[in-house]
């Protein structure tokens, strides 16, 4: 039906004939129909299998929808990729804003897909749900690595959580090895505890930072350097290659004042330019060294054993905490005690004692 | 009744006529009804808050029974005693062990009762729950701190779990300040998450370290480091002099790589002898300084009331995870879950979600 205006405007028209629709009502059903023949979740998996791109990000989109049909379908497809994944390499990059990720993963990718490899590029950035953006939303800032058959781009999950988007990136791993993908690249943005999330859905921890000279480990969140397996020097050009390997010295100092790591691998710091791809080839060889000597002494056979007990662990926690943190009463009690533990009326543990007491009668 | 063999050994005796009780069943009777005449709760109270030591440290039992009329008892005392805690500085220190942090904080403890202050030394370590000992067991190591009549020293609660023995510790604190003590100084031992326990429940946090040369940071768990307020370097007399003021130059140019503190504050680094008493002034005079800095810039106040807060919610999450971890069923399930993950026949997350729609159904 034509739109009629209800109420006079200072541009009222005068009601002429009624205009016939411009799209029929026949073709828009015909539309509807077929925008809802989503594939089925054979079809979509056989996809995957034979690395067939578009139905991967169908199925990832199932993943990230918040429909229980949905999610259920995403789980049987899981399920049948499961066998096939876990065969690849899965390498986490982080670094603040500024440092040029984009523009590191760009070259990184082009230069790991010029090997014969095939790339699929994750991220997780939680704070894309509140911008409703995200750090690889902006395609175009990998216009090369976008179009290129053997590497796969998919923008951050967003997600209420960072568990929520933590878990739909990892199980988008899933489907990207069974789809083929040889490297995983997951990037986020150095803020928060997200590197903490992707740390422990990764096999390596890639820290990009600027070249700069003695302030350098100012805007890294505490903790994200002990993570490091490497440290990148990004922007190790022109006039900043001295900067770079000044850089370069301090970092090693610092990265030697930590204690051993259990896999046995000593922190590497490099210098590189995602310009002038200098120093693209050391970060994947430094990657590769890493990888030998992990599977030799079975490093990394244990750890991704252990990443699977801690996303079955974490993933209970934070349901478990959901649970009690969603319930009406309890929100109403909470924020009463909250304030009487604050007030020193009541010891803290005297108030979750009575919380938990009404939680679980 | 005399205990009769009921059985032969190869050490038979011939049955005599019966020998009389050694000890009469009424002096039993009146025994155990003395031990049972415990002060009430009022009795406790008045106690501690006219700063008897005896009072203090029955209430303290009570904290750590697992009986629930005890805690029942201990509650309604904290309750009384909370308004008139909150009034002393809580000092934390840590070390891994053989750093001298007895030696220290007997020398310590001595040179702050000196100057007037009431001094109680606790200790979190739960440890000391599988090896029934304790890290303060062995008070003769404070010899002289004991026999203080300005000092308390209350050795580590034991308990199943850090959490447990965390919020015992916790309880304590709140006690020890309504009976007068109004520098609290809390041991741990440098291991594991007790050092995030106890920074969450004081007010400073030094870390002791030992003078040594290149490796002194070995040592030290990571994160630990970053959490401290001061850094002691301890054994600084005789030949060590030298190795500790490099230490000192070291740990100086380590903690500046760290990022700035939201307290404003800038960690210190400094020698002492707990033996030779040089230099423990002067840690007194850094703790002193943080805390007109911090007192002045308002972060004292706000840090304690995101401790309390702290606690409160961390105790109901670990009271959660107790009860579904301990639930006989899914415990059974859980470890079925775990090896079929492993396995890759399930992900972490539809193994969780199978868990999870079991125990709310």
């Not at 440092?99 to 790339?119: H, N, P, R």
């Amino acid at each position: 039906m034509a739109h009629k205006k209800s109420h006079p405007t200072a541009l009222h028209e005068k009601d002429g004939i009624e205009q016939p629709e411009i799209v029929s009502s026949d073709s828009v059903a015909q539309i509807r129909q077929y925008r809802r023949q989503q594939p089925t979740s054979e079809q979509l998996i056989a996809g995957i299998l034979s690395g067939d791109k578009i139905a991967l990000s169908r199925a990832i989109t199932l993943i990230e929808s918040t429909s229980t049909t949905h999610l259920e379908k995403a789980n049987e497809i899981i399920k049948a990729c499961l066998p096939y994944a876990n065969k690849s390499v899965r390498v986490g990059i982080t670094g603040v804003p500024g440092v040029g990720k984009s523009t590191f993963i760009e070259a990184f990718g082009k230069y790991l897909t010029g090997l014969g490899k095939k790339v699929a590029v994750l991220a997780v950035d939680p704070s894309s749900s509140i911008s409703h953006g995200s750090i690889l939303g902006d395609k175009t800032r990998m216009e090369e690595l976008v179009k290129d058959e053997n590497a796969y781009i998919r923008p951050s999950a967003s997600g209420e959580s960072l568990g929520g988007v933590a878990r739909k990136t990892r199980e988008t791993i899933i489907l990207c090895e069974a789809c083929g993908f040889d490297t995983i690249l997951i990037e986020t943005v150095g803020v928060g505890q997200s590197e903490t999330a992707v740390h422990s859905m990764v096999d390596f921890f890639l820290l990009l930072n600027l070249a700069g000279a003695g302030d350098e480990l100012q805007g890294i969140k505490r903790g994200i350097m002990e993570m490091a397996d490497a440290i990148v020097i990004n922007k190790a050009d022109g006039d900043n290659i001295k900067r770079a390997r000044l850089a370069k010295t301090e970092y090693n100092r610092a990265l030697h004042l930590f204690p051993m790591k259990n896999s046995g691998w000593s922190p590497k710091v490099t210098t590189c330019s995602a310009l002038t791809q200098e120093g693209i080839p050391d970060v994947w060889n430094t990657i590769e060294e890493y990888f030998t000597l992990t599977r030799e002494n079975g490093y990394f056979h244990q750890k991704r054993k252990e990443q699977n007990q801690y996303w079955l662990l974490e993933t209970i926690n934070e349901q478990l905490k959901q649970n009690f943190y969603n319930h009406p009463d309890i929100q109403i009690l909470l924020e009463e005690n909250k304030k009487a533990v604050q007030n020193n009326e009541i010891s803290p543990f005297a108030a979750a004692k009575l919380l938990l007491d009404n939680y679980f009668k």
